[in-house]
């Protein structure tokens, strides 16, 4: 009999009191929800900034031009000659293509729309492979192009569309600092990661932005793409190597460039993204803890207001294990429920995106929030229950 | 007295006081020592007997069947319930007895919130692990004995002042225990109704149970074998109206008559 009946009498209990039940219910939903919805968005976010790792692509490596602090002479900017001396260099095998880069800012005109993009971009054609990026209509400018300084442009999927609309924008001409462009090709799109928008962009040979917006000076970048994944090291350590004497730079803790992959940007990105996930589920905790309190307080509540009926149960002669199966029945009932309601809805409301971040369940996560949920419950709901089951009969009954 | 049976209730120097100090009160002190101290009540209860407690209001007599029902502890002295030292009993062993050796029926009735009759009958029987069928044929019986088959589906809460009171008397009865014990079963009961508790008791006793009833009238105190009057935690008359081993005087009368 004991355990049905423990539960029949438990049921009987809750149902006595359905919206206290209830609103202690909700308690145990909310934080289980939250955990799992929570932990959700983190390990959207980091899933997000792992996708756009692969999308990057993980042998690219880019030299920047870095002012070494403390040293006399001014740092030699790169140029593009530094970047013919990577391409051209033959003791240099792990280095597969290269593509100096300027960058700069500039307003496009198409018809009567005017946009700026967020970045234009001059370069070789070596740099769509190395960034990655992919074609999606017409085709990229060529070698030939960049020799003869050809007024082409790849624009970035966003710039396409804002530019564009609807229409087919492969032939058609636009114009940036008054210079006219023939639009050779459009990008595929590759996402936002939140930061920056990496489609809106519009790239055009090196020697033509030069000419239009920069000037033959330096280079911002140099973009080195290493043969594999594997040797970027190794590359890493050639172009250290010719750079340094291109530059004229003896000793290596005095290098004015910096050489950095993209692995390493991005994990930094991940561990951010860690400690973002790490916060959120203490948050998530915190509630779980608080719905947990409010199991103990509803038990006490219970406990206290039934003190009565528990003397008049123990002086029908029931055994303390029977009446603390009751409450603890009660409590666990609860929890169990409340966990169960918490889970469904926090999958549930895992399917919409939260702050641009479309979550993405742990199911550890959902195993764990429920098993802590009914835990809190036993060990919550314990404390009064116990207090219930040890008092005195007659001591209960007087009570009022 | 009667038999070579050692009586089922002994009790021995038993004292129960509440508070301290100035503030104490004796709720159970018996006959005061040389030395003023309370000596504290004996009482011994063979099996089969039929005993009246009387006495004023606050002299003592709940306190006094608290203690016998195993629902409260004494603050000094022992109480032997069939030769056991009730004392020496854990939790779980007293559990059992109040279960199975003692019915008791209180001052207010004590009914289960928001139970039904029925289920507030059965609840003994759950405690002592009877099935589920036979649990509701018993507490039905028990509940037809009382008058009061027809009301099994209400709560406390839609029942008389008398009906619960009965409806007490059917869950003290339903375990079959060899002991009742019953602090003013009839208190709440118009005159009609205190007769069908009290020839359900007289039955009770007539077939061999000890019977404890505590009330303030002369005409439930009839039915008893033994009458025990307490003034102020100290016994002060106790008076044989009928062998222990012969029917209640009730039935008895009833055959002679
Ligand atoms: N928990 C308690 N704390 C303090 N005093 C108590 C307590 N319980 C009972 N008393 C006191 O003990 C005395 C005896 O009480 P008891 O309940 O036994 O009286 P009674 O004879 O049953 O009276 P009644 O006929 O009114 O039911 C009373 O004076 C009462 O005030
Ligand atoms: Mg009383």
């Known amino acids: ?400 | 007295m009667s038999g070579g049976k050692p009586p089922v209730i002994q009790i021995r120097r038993v004292t129960k006081s509440y508070g301290h100090g100035d503030a104490v009160v004796h709720a159970l002190r018996g006959p005061l020592g040389p030395d003023g101290a309370p000596l504290g009540v004996d009482l011994d209860i063979a099996e089969g007997d039929y005993v009246a407690v009387m006495g004023s209001s606050g002299s003592g007599k709940s306190t006094l069947m608290n203690i016998l029902g195993c629902l409260d502890v004494p603050t000094a002295g022992r109480y032997l319930l069939d030769g056991a030292d009730v004392g020496h009993l854990d939790e779980g062993q007293l559990a059992l007895v109040r279960n199975r050796k003692i019915g008791f029926v209180f001052q207010s009735f004590n009914l289960v919130p928001r139970t039904t009759a029925l289920a507030q009958v059965e609840l003994p029987l759950a405690y002592a692990g009877v099935k589920a069928g036979e649990r509701r044929r018993r507490a039905l019986a028990a509940l037809t004995l009382v008058g009061l088959a027809e009301r099994a589906g209400h709560k406390p809460n839609q029942l008389s002042g008398g009906q619960q009171q009965r409806v007490a008397v059917a869950r003290a009865l339903v375990t079959a225990p060899a002991m009742l014990l019953a602090d003013e079963p009839t208190g709440n009961l118009d005159s009609r109704s205190t007769e069908e508790v009290l020839g359900i008791i007289d039955g009770l006793n007539a077939r061999g149970r000890t019977v404890v009833v505590i009330t303030h009238e002369d005409e439930v105190a009839r039915h008893a074998k033994r009458v025990v009057r307490l003034v102020d935690g100290a016994i002060v008359s106790d008076v044989r109206q009928a062998p222990v081993d012969g029917p209640p005087p009730a039935l008895a009368a009833g055959v002679v008559a």
Do not use: C
């Not at chain 1, 060529?142 to 007024?151: E, G, I, Q, T, Y």
């Not at chain 1, 609807?166 to 006219?180: C, V």
């Not at chain 1, 038990?299 to 002086?315: P, S």
């Not at chain 1, 993405?360 to 709901?381: D, T």
């Open chain 1, 1 to 400: 009999m004991i355990a049905w009946q423990m539960i029949r009498f438990a049921v009987g209990g809750l149902a006595a009191n359905k919206v206290r039940s209830a609103l202690t219910m909700l308690g145990v939903l909310i934080g289980v929800a939250s955990v799992i919805l929570l932990l959700a968005v983190g390990n959207g976010s980091s899933v997000a900034v792992k996708e756009s790792i692969t999308s990057l692509g993980t042998n690219s490596l880019t030299v920047s031009s870095s002012a070494s602090r403390g040293s006399v002479t001014a740092a030699k900017k790169l140029t593009v000659e530094d970047a013919k001396a990577l391409a051209s260099a033959t003791d240099a095998p792990a280095v597969k293509s290269v593509a100096p880069v300027v960058t700069t800012s500039g307003t496009a005109l198409y018809g009567n729309i005017s946009y700026q993009p967020g970045q234009i971009v001059g370069t070789y054609p070596a740099y769509f492979e190395t960034a990655n990026q992919k074609i999606a209509r017409g085709d990229y400018f060529s070698a030939d192009d960049v020799l003869n300084s050809r007024k082409v442009a790849v624009l970035g999927s966003t710039t396409a569309k804002e530019l564009f609309a609807a229409e087919d924008p492969i032939g058609k001409k636009i114009t940036i600092g008054g210079t006219p462009f023939t639009v050779t090709g459009v990008l595929t799109t590759k996402g936002s990661t939140g930061f920056n928008d990496p489609d809106d962009v519009v790239i055009a040979p090196l020697p033509t932005v030069q000419n239009a917006f920069t000037g033959f000076g330096s280079v911002n970048q140099i973009l080195v793409q290493a043969t594999s994944a594997d040797t970027t090291a190794e590359a890493q350590a050639d172009i250290t190597r010719i750079l340094m004497g291109t530059h004229a730079v003896k000793d290596p803790a005095k290098v004015d460039f910096r050489i950095s992959n993209q692995t390493s940007l991005l994990s930094a990105r991940e561990s951010t993204t860690k400690t973002f996930t790490v916060l959120l589920g203490a948050v998530a905790a915190i509630s779980l803890l608080v719905g947990g309190i409010g199991i103990t307080n509803i038990m006490l509540v219970t406990v206290t207001e039934r003190t009565r009926e528990i003397g008049i149960r123990k002086a029908l002669g029931a055994p303390r294990a029977v009446i603390l199966g009751q409450f603890l029945a009660e409590s666990t009932l609860l929890s169990v429920i409340g966990a169960g309601l918490g889970v469904l809805a926090g999958i549930v409301g895992s399917h919409f995106s939260v702050v641009g971040i479309k979550p993405v369940v742990i199911p550890e996560s959902v195993l764990g929030a429920f098993a802590i949920a009914v835990a809190i419950g036993l060990f919550f709901g314990s404390y009064p229950a116990n207090r219930a089951a040890s008092l005195r009969p007659i001591d209960a009954l007087r009570h009022e």
